[in-house]
């Protein structure tokens, strides 16, 4: 018994990890330039604290005029701290933007392989400016974690060890608060500004996204907005977003001052604490003067090792939220899944058929496609038409794999489609969509999609072919000329007809047309379906359309309604039977007519039909006209 109901994931589904936790995951192979990067930077804070040290021991000593053999030491250790710092630090930022580049690479390309499984019924899970959002600027704040996360507390905690342990060897009472202060600035104060910041930074990516949809919204429906007059609703929407994303930067910016404000504060104690301990250390004979400069003035530099820490626990609640939102991209089941290996295609000819197919859409309440046969073998030509919502369309994503079935069989040369990858599939069987989407190039580019080492001459022999040879010799730049954003400066026709020259380029056994003249008046839709099935002839053909001009050059023509085929045929038997088609078709004849007429009067009146209808409400027969 076939059921409608969605597929439901078990209760007892494990909870995937949590989304730091899966992007170390991810970082996990540059970990070695990431430990690398972290040992460089660890050796610029120990060489500017050991600069720090030393100049201050040199200072003081010198003040003491002893001869020049006994500061050459300290000499050479300034020189030699002071060129170590600029030589780790540069190796640190070298190494760890290469790590995070390397991370970013494979990460973006990553979701680019999710989002060509996810397409195209996938994708509208995802509003198109926030999916651009995620690509970029969230795959972008993964790097926070290897940058700005990760090295910051690996140094705070290998480089203040090493400080204490010095610290503690010169005078035990300023190693101890150094090491009390230091923990405070690397523990409380990074959770206190994590506090005040997370529920803004976990805010922050969703309004960021937010603001990108808006504003693609605005350049994409510009037309619609500015003739129905939105635009300022549109705007005063970007405007809300725009000041709710300055309101969070200025309130994280807010809270890292906070952060380094109290990294400042206990940087002075700890000098202060240091000094108070180091004088009666100075008059007690257990420290002498040029010590007491070193223990005071060694905590300024230690606390470059904390500074950055509040600074990277926001970045961490930002990339934490960034990588969910990634995750969430990843982790979209795909509508069709592949098989683990994968049948080869099997050579040409090339016989397509439907079984008894039922298909929809994931979490649809019922079946857009009801039982479906369809018999396509080489050459053959079928023309499937019905009203909005049929399930034409849905029938075309699952010849073409981009949507499983429920229940029944297609296969390919009697190769059940689900043993065959989808990209394989798609090599045999083409589509040419309602609207052919045209990339904000040049018509050769476009042209070339469908093979990208095609000549200007067989670019040329296509457009003939579609009947776009005297256009394009008419333009002052020819192939060379940008057809603009979405085709933008190129008539419905013409940009459907170079859709589908680019379809005759990648030479495809069996080609799936879906409503190609939509969008078009009924005249240029004629023209343009009547041209296709010329320049498609012999060669498998499904032609979806809501035109019936034409139809009569094909093998057979499926009727469809909510999901079902209710009448199949030729042109001339659906005719002869006087049910929905012939019903159409008259209506349709009627409505040219009555367009070409001077008197509003039809030219000619369809003769009086005797009509029985059956149990389901379908015209049996009629008086053929």
């Given at each position: 018994?076939?059921?409608?109901?969605?597929?439901?994931?078990?209760?007892?589904a494990?909870?995937?990890?949590?989304?730091?936790?899966?992007?170390?995951g991810?970082?996990?192979?540059?970990?070695?330039?990431?430990?690398?990067?972290?040992?460089?930077?660890?050796?610029?804070?120990?060489?500017?604290?050991?600069?720090?040290?030393?100049?201050?021991?040199?200072?003081?000593?010198?003040?003491?005029?002893?001869?020049?053999?006994?500061?050459?030491?300290?000499i050479?250790?300034?020189?030699?701290?002071?060129?170590?710092r600029?030589?780790?630090?540069?190796?640190e930022?070298?190494?760890?933007?290469d790590?995070?580049?390397?991370?970013?690479?494979?990460?973006?390309v990553?979701?680019?392989?999710?989002?060509?499984?996810?397409?195209?019924?996938?994708?509208?899970?995802?509003?198109?400016?926030?999916?651009?959002?995620?690509?970029?600027?969230?795959?972008?704040?993964?790097q926070?974690?290897i940058?700005?996360?990760i090295?910051?507390?690996?140094?705070?905690?290998?480089a203040?060890?090493?400080?204490?342990?010095?610290?503690?060897?010169?005078?035990?009472?300023?190693?101890?608060i150094?090491?009390?202060?230091?923990?405070?600035?690397?523990?409380?104060v990074?959770?206190?500004?994590?506090?005040?910041?997370?529920?803004?930074?976990?805010?922050?990516?969703?309004?960021?996204g937010?603001?990108?949809?808006?504003?693609?919204?605005?350049i994409?429906?510009?037309p619609?907005?500015?003739?129905?007059?939105?635009?300022?609703?549109?705007?005063?929407?970007?405007?809300?977003?725009?000041a709710?994303?300055?309101?969070?930067s200025?309130?994280?910016?807010?809270?890292?001052?906070?952060?380094?404000?109290?990294?400042?504060?206990?940087?002075?104690?700890?000098?202060?604490?240091?000094?108070?301990v180091?004088?009666?250390a100075?008059?007690?004979?257990r420290?002498?003067?040029?010590?007491?400069?070193?223990?005071?003035?060694v905590?300024?530099?230690?606390?470059?090792?904390?500074?950055?820490?509040?600074?990277a626990?926001?970045?961490?609640?930002?990339?934490?939220?960034?990588?969910?939102?990634?995750?969430?991209?990843?982790?979209?089941?795909?509508?069709?899944?592949?098989?683990?290996?994968?049948?080869?295609?099997?050579?040409?000819?090339?016989?397509?058929?439907?079984?008894?197919?039922?298909?929809g859409?994931?979490?649809?309440?019922?079946?857009?496609?009801?039982?479906?046969?369809?018999?396509?073998?080489?050459?053959?030509?079928?023309?499937?038409?019905?009203?909005s919502?049929?399930?034409?369309?849905?029938?075309?994503?699952?010849?073409?794999?981009?949507?499983?079935?429920?229940?029944?069989?297609v296969?390919?040369?009697?190769?059940?489609?689900?043993?065959?990858?989808?990209?394989?599939?798609?090599t045999?069987?083409?589509?040419?969509?309602?609207?052919?989407?045209?990339?904000?190039?040049?018509?050769?580019e476009?042209?070339?999609?469908?093979?990208?080492?095609?000549t200007?001459?067989?670019?040329?022999?296509?457009?003939?072919?579609v009947?776009?040879?005297?256009?394009?010799?008419?333009?002052?730049?020819?192939l060379?000329?940008?057809?603009?954003?979405?085709?933008?400066?190129?008539?419905?026709?013409?940009?459907?007809?170079?859709?589908?020259?680019?379809?005759?380029?990648?030479?495809?056994?069996?080609?799936?047309?879906?409503?190609?003249?939509?969008?078009?008046?009924?005249?240029?839709?004629?023209?343009?379906?009547?041209?296709?099935?010329?320049?498609?002839?012999?060669?498998?053909?499904?032609?979806?359309?809501?035109?019936l001009?034409?139809?009569?050059?094909?093998?057979?023509?499926l009727?469809?309604?909510?999901?079902?085929?209710?009448?199949?045929?030729?042109?001339?038997?659906l005719?002869?039977?006087?049910?929905?088609?012939s019903?159409?078709?008259?209506?349709?004849?009627?409505a040219?007519r009555?367009?070409?007429?001077?008197?509003?009067?039809?030219?000619?009146?369809?003769?009086?039909s005797?009509?029985?209808?059956?149990?389901?409400g379908?015209?049996q027969?009629?008086?053929?006209?």
């Amino acid at each position: 018994m076939i059921t409608d109901e969605p597929t439901r994931l078990p209760v007892d589904a494990p909870l995937p990890p949590a989304p730091i936790t899966r992007a170390l995951g991810i970082v996990r192979p540059a970990a070695p330039r990431i430990v690398l990067a972290s040992v460089c930077g660890t050796g610029a804070v120990l060489a500017s604290i050991g600069l720090i040290g030393t100049a201050a021991w040199l200072i003081s000593r010198a003040a003491q005029h002893p001869s020049e053999a006994a500061l050459g030491i300290a000499i050479v250790g300034v020189q030699f701290f002071g060129l170590s710092r600029g030589f780790f630090r540069y190796g640190e930022r070298l190494v760890g933007h290469d790590a995070a580049f390397r991370v970013l690479a494979d990460l973006r390309v990553r979701v680019y392989e999710r989002l060509e499984q996810l397409a195209p019924s996938g994708l509208p899970a995802f509003r198109h400016g926030d999916l651009l959002a995620r690509v970029v600027h969230d795959v972008d704040s993964m790097q926070d974690l290897i940058i700005r996360v990760i090295p910051p507390f690996f140094i705070a905690m290998t480089a203040g060890v090493a400080t204490i342990a010095v610290m503690w060897w010169m005078l035990p009472s300023a190693g101890l608060i150094l090491a009390v202060t230091l923990l405070l600035a690397a523990t409380v104060v990074p959770w206190l500004t994590g506090v005040l910041s997370r529920r803004r930074e976990d805010r922050f990516v969703g309004v960021r996204g937010d603001l990108a949809a808006a504003v693609v919204d605005l350049i994409e429906g510009a037309p619609e907005l500015v003739a129905f007059g939105a635009t300022p609703d549109q705007l005063a929407c970007i405007g809300t977003s725009d000041a709710e994303l300055s309101t969070i930067s200025a309130a994280s910016a807010g809270t890292e001052g906070i952060g380094l404000a109290l990294t400042t504060l206990l940087a002075g104690l700890a000098c202060w604490g240091s000094l108070m301990v180091g004088i009666p250390a100075v008059i007690a004979g257990r420290l002498n003067g040029t010590e007491l400069a070193v223990i005071t003035l060694v905590p300024l530099a230690a606390f470059e090792l904390v500074v950055g820490l509040p600074v990277a626990t926001q970045a961490l609640q930002r990339a934490r939220q960034a990588a969910a939102r990634v995750f969430a991209v990843l982790d979209t089941p795909r509508p069709v899944e592949e098989p683990e290996a994968p049948t080869p295609v099997p050579d040409g000819p090339y016989d397509l058929q439907a079984r008894s197919v039922w298909a929809g859409y994931e979490g649809a309440e019922s079946s857009a496609v009801r039982g479906v046969d369809l018999s396509l073998p080489t050459g053959r030509r079928v023309a499937i038409v019905g009203p909005s919502g049929a399930g034409k369309s849905t029938l075309a994503a699952v010849l073409l794999r981009f949507l499983p079935i429920r229940a029944g069989s297609v296969s390919l040369n009697g190769i059940g489609l689900e043993r065959l990858a989808g990209d394989a599939i798609r090599t045999v069987v083409g589509l040419v969509s309602q609207e052919a989407y045209l990339f904000d190039t040049s018509i050769a580019e476009n042209l070339r999609i469908g093979r990208r080492q095609a000549t200007d001459h067989q670019l040329r022999q296509a457009l003939e072919r579609v009947g776009l040879s005297d256009w394009i010799a008419d333009l002052p730049r020819g192939l060379a000329t940008e057809v603009g954003r979405h085709g933008a400066r190129l008539s419905g026709g013409q940009r459907q007809r170079i859709g589908v020259a680019r379809a005759l380029l990648a030479d495809f056994p069996v080609l799936v047309l879906d409503e190609p003249a939509e969008h078009l008046d009924p005249y240029a839709a004629d023209a343009l379906t009547a041209d296709l099935l010329r320049v498609t002839e012999g060669r498998s053909l499904v032609l979806i359309t809501h035109r019936l001009a034409g139809l009569e050059s094909v093998d057979e023509i499926l009727v469809m309604d909510r999901g079902r085929v209710i009448e199949r045929g030729t042109h001339d038997g659906l005719l002869s039977l006087g049910g929905r088609y012939s019903n159409l078709w008259w209506e349709e004849m009627r409505a040219e007519r009555y367009a070409t007429s001077i008197d509003g009067s039809y030219l000619t009146q369809p003769p009086a039909s005797t009509v029985q209808t059956n149990s389901a409400g379908h015209n049996q027969r009629s008086t053929t006209p």
